[in-house]
């Protein structure tokens, strides 16, 4: 899809009302979506197109528009590691792209947004890095595929997100309050 296409700016306008507004953030993260199909050669309505989001920011929300994914679907993971950065990968395959923000190219106050960056060539806005990635049957879409009961709260933790602490299976909530506790931040 062309960034300067009717298409794109459609699907920049369904972020922006998705969003609530239209932002410099918003928009990078409808770009890096239609760069990383481009990229993969694969279509974000297909099961096996899936991201990392690394930041919760603007462009996530971006990122969850132009590619209609969403969270409960299983399709997208939030790391949040305050980064302007996501993950796309092919399921199927493990292949990979780590688009990152890299651009000093902010417009100025005013200035319209979609017509300031669509003058910006993708290799001038991101840095692209080849990844890859062992999906599990648990981490694909689809229903439940274990389920495990934290040894402190008595919860159900699903599909292998339990962390192992002295022989005992934890939800990441207690594991986490373990851990501040035992190191005396509690």
Do not use: W
Not at 29 to 43: H, N, P, S, T, W
Not at 61 to 86: E, F, N, P
């Amino acid at each position: 899809m062309e960034v300067r296409s009717r298409e794109f700016e459609a699907l920049v306008e369904k972020a922006e009302s998705f969003h609530g507004h239209l932002c410099s953030g918003l928009y990078i993260g409808a770009r890096m979506a239609v760069f990383a199909e481009k990229l993969l050669g694969i279509d974000s309505g297909e099961e096996r197109f899936m991201v990392e989001m690394e930041t919760d920011r603007c462009p996530a929300d971006g990122v969850l528009v132009a590619s209609s994914l969403s969270i409960g679907r299983r399709r997208v993971k939030m790391l949040d590691y305050g980064k302007c950065a996501a993950r796309f990968y092919d399921a199927r395959t493990g292949k990979g792209v780590r688009l990152r923000f890299a651009s000093n190219l902010i417009p100025a106050k005013g200035d319209d947004i979609v017509e300031f960056f669509s003058e910006v060539e993708d290799g001038e806005l991101f840095r692209v890095e080849e990844i890859s990635k062992e999906y599990q049957s648990y981490d694909l879409p689809g229903p439940m595929i274990v389920e495990t009961i934290c040894a402190d709260c008595g919860e159900p933790v699903q599909d292998h997100r339990e962390i192992e602490c002295g022989g005992r299976a934890l939800c990441k909530p207690c594991y986490e309050k373990r851990a501040m506790t035992s190191s005396g931040m509690a």
